[in-house]
C-alpha cells in the first residue's frame, strides 16, 4: 500500500465518464493517471495523447493491464465501465491488489455487490462507490446541518430525478437489461436513493413497493429499430428500520413539466430541506424549513464554501490517509438492496421484504 506521502498511481479503466475521472487524478497533486484502459482503440489513443500517456501504459484489455500491476506501478483503478462489467472489474482489480473506485451503480444486484465487498475485505484494499452527488459543498452542508440536529429527526422523503427525455446512449448497452442491469431506476435513481439515504443518516431499508413502465422507450424504439428492455420510468415506496419512509422517482421520458428535475425533499420533526436544479440544469438551491415561537419560517441553506474535495480526491485521500472513503462499497449495497427490490417488486405486483444486508 502506498505510504501517506507518496504519491499514489490510478489506473482509469472505460473512458466514457472515465475520462473525467482521468482528468481529476491528472489534476490533482497526490496522485498520478498511470495507465488507462478502453475497449476502443479511438478513444483510447485520443486520451493517451490529451494527457501524455505512454502507449506501454494503454491497454484494450483490462486483464492485461490488471496482469501488469507491478509493472506498472500501480496502487489503485476507477472502474467506469457499463454497468454488466462492474463486478467483474472491480474484483478482479481487487484480487490483483488494487483499491477500486467504481462507478454508480455498484453492480447489477446485491449478490454482485456482496462479492465485490467479499473481496475488498479479503484483498484489505479500499472500495468506494461514485456517489458523486455527496461531494458538493452544498450537500455536505445540508449532511452538516441534518448531523448537528437542527431540524430533528426525518421522518419522510421526496427524491426524485425525472426527464422529459434524456434516455442516455439510447439503442446502446443504457437500454439493455442484461448490461445495465435497468432503466432509469438503476442509472439516475441510485444517486437520489444514495443521497437521500445519506442525509436520513443511512437508516436500513426494510420494505419496498415499487412500479415501472416503459411506454415511451419501448415505442420511440420500436419507431426507430433499436433495443429497448427496461424501464423508462420507475418509482418506489421504501420504509426503514427507523420507521421513516421514501418515496423515488426515476426517469428517462415522460410528459413531465420539467425537462430535468432533480430534487430531494426531506421533512423531520423541527424543520425541512429541500435541494433542488435550477433552471432545468445542473446547479442547485437548497432551502431550510423550520419553525420558531409559533412562526413558520424558510430560508435559502447557509452555505460557507469549503471546497469540498471531489470524489476522485476522496478516493485518493482514503487510501494514502488509510481510511474509509465518504461513499463506501457497504453504502453501495445498501443501496443496490433497494434497486433489486423495486425491480422484484414491479415485477410480481407485491411489496418486497428485504432482509439481507
Ligand atoms: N457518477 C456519475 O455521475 C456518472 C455519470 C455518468 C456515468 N456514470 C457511470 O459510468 C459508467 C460508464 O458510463 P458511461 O456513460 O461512461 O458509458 P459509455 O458507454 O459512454 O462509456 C463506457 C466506456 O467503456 C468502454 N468499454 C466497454 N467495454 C469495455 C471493456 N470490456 N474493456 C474496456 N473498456 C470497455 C467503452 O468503449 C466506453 O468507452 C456507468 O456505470 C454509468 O452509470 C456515472
Redesign the pocket.
Known amino acids: 500500500m502506498a505510504r501517506r506521502k507518496e504519491t499514489l498511481n490510478v489506473a482509469v479503466?472505460?473512458?466514457?465518464?472515465?475520462r473525467g475521472h482521468l482528468d481529476s487524478y491528472q489534476k490533482y497533486g497526490r496522485c498520478s493517471a498511470a495507465a488507462i484502459?478502453?475497449?476502443?482503440a479511438g478513444?483510447l489513443a485520443e486520451m493517451a495523447g490529451k494527457y501524455g500517456i505512454p502507449q506501454e501504459r494503454c491497454f484494450?484489455?483490462?486483464r492485461k493491464m490488471l496482469a501488469a500491476v507491478e509493472k506498472l506501478k500501480l496502487h489503485a483503478v476507477s472502474v467506469?465501465?457499463?454497468?454488466h462489467?462492474?463486478a467483474p472489474a472491480t474484483i478482479a482489480a481487487l484480487r490483483a491488489g488494487l483499491h477500486v473506485l467504481c462507478?454508480?451503480?455498484m453492480a447489477m444486484s446485491a449478490r454482485q455487490g456482496r462479492a465485490m465487498l467479499a473481496a475488498a475485505e479479503k484483498a484489505r484494499r479500499k472500495l468506494m462507490i461514485?456517489?458523486?452527488f455527496r461531494f458538493t459543498d452544498q450537500s455536505q452542508a445540508l449532511k452538516r446541518m441534518v448531523d448537528s440536529g437542527a431540524i430533528g429527526d426525518i421522518y419522510f422523503g421526496r427524491t426524485v430525478w425525472h426527464r422529459r427525455r434524456g434516455m442516455?446512449?439510447f439503442g446502446?448497452?443504457f437500454g439493455t437489461k442484461k448490461l445495465s442491469g435497468g432503466g432509469p431506476v438503476i442509472?439516475l435513481g441510485v444517486?437520489r436513493l444514495d443521497l437521500a439515504m445519506w442525509l436520513m443518516g443511512s437508516p436500513r431499508p426494510v420494505t419496498v413497493s415499487g412500479s415501472t413502465f416503459d411506454h415511451i422507450g419501448a415505442r420511440v424504439a420500436r419507431q426507430q429499430g433499436k433495443s429497448f428492455d427496461v424501464e423508462d420510468l420507475g418509482c418506489a415506496l421504501v420504509r426503514f428500520d427507523n420507521g421513516a419512509t421514501l418515496i423515488l422517482e426515476a426517469s428517462w421520458a415522460g410528459f413531465s413539466e420539467k425537462r430535468e428535475d432533480m430534487c430531494t425533499q426531506l421533512y423531520a420533526t423541527k424543520g425541512g430541506i429541500v435541494q433542488r436544479n435550477q433552471e432545468e440544469g445542473y446547479t442547485f438551491e437548497a432551502r431550510v424549513y423550520g419553525e420558531q415561537g409559533g412562526t413558520l419560517w424558510e430560508s435559502r441553506l447557509q452555505q460557507t464554501t469549503v471546497q469540498t474535495p471531489s470524489a476522485y480526491q476522496e478516493f485518493v485521500d482514503a487510501v494514502l490517509d488509510d481510511r474509509q472513503p465518504l461513499a463506501t462499497g457497504q453504502d453501495g449495497l445498501a443501496v443496490q438492496l433497494i434497486l433489486d427490490a423495486i425491480y422484484r417488486s414491479a415485477r410480481t405486483g407485491r411489496e418486497v421484504r428485504i432482509t439481507a444486508r
Open positions: 479503466i472505460g473512458l466514457g465518464m472515465g484502459c478502453d475497449i476502443d478513444r484494450r484489455d483490462y467506469a465501465l457499463p454497468n462489467l462492474h462507478e454508480k451503480p461514485n456517489f458523486s442516455p446512449g446502446g448497452w442509472d444517486h
